[in-house]
């Protein structure tokens, strides 16, 4: 969850499906929040046909991955080292801007800190970086 926003994984059942819009129904219900069906879509992976068929009479739009979610690539495989070109980018940015701002004759190591914290927090709490990447951010 990040604000508004709501991601629920499920088995691919058409049954947990239905247990999913009862729920959100039903919080409906006593909140008077309701789900967006026009910004609502259905990522499938490892599906068969018949459960293709089954989740699809609910009506909502089937999507593909690759998509991006919260500025992360979400996709059914492992990221390639090209793939996390973004990151190494903003990594490069950032070090490029403190190395302007900080003075050489001082031992600073806070943008250290600050790029753990910033660029790195959310890719590696999702991702294991891959050594190649790891690299060129060294």
């Not at 969850?1 to 499906?17: C, E, N, R």
């Not at 089937?62 to 991006?68: E, G, V």
């Not at 004759?105 to 790029?115: G, I, Q």
Request: charged share 20%; proline share 4%; with cysteine.
């Amino acid at each position: 969850m990040f604000a508004d926003d709501v991601m629920i994984f499920f088995d691919g059942g058409s049954s947990s499906l239905h247990g999913i819009n009862e729920t959100l129904d039903d919080f409906a219900g006593w909140s008077g929040l309701t789900m967006n069906r026009d910004k609502t879509e259905l990522f499938l992976a490892g599906v068969d046909e018949v459960q293709y068929a089954a989740i699809s009479e609910f009506g909502f739009p089937i999507a593909n991955l690759p998509i991006r979610y919260l500025g992360l690539p979400l996709m059914c495989r492992k990221l390639k080292v090209a793939e996390f070109a973004p990151l190494v980018d903003k990594i490069k940015a950032k070090l490029n801007f403190w190395a302007f701002k900080i003075s050489p004759s001082r031992e600073d190591y806070s943008c250290l800190a600050l790029l753990s914290r910033v660029l790195l927090c959310v890719w590696m709490s999702t991702f294991k970086l891959p050594n190649g990447c790891i690299r060129e951010i060294e």
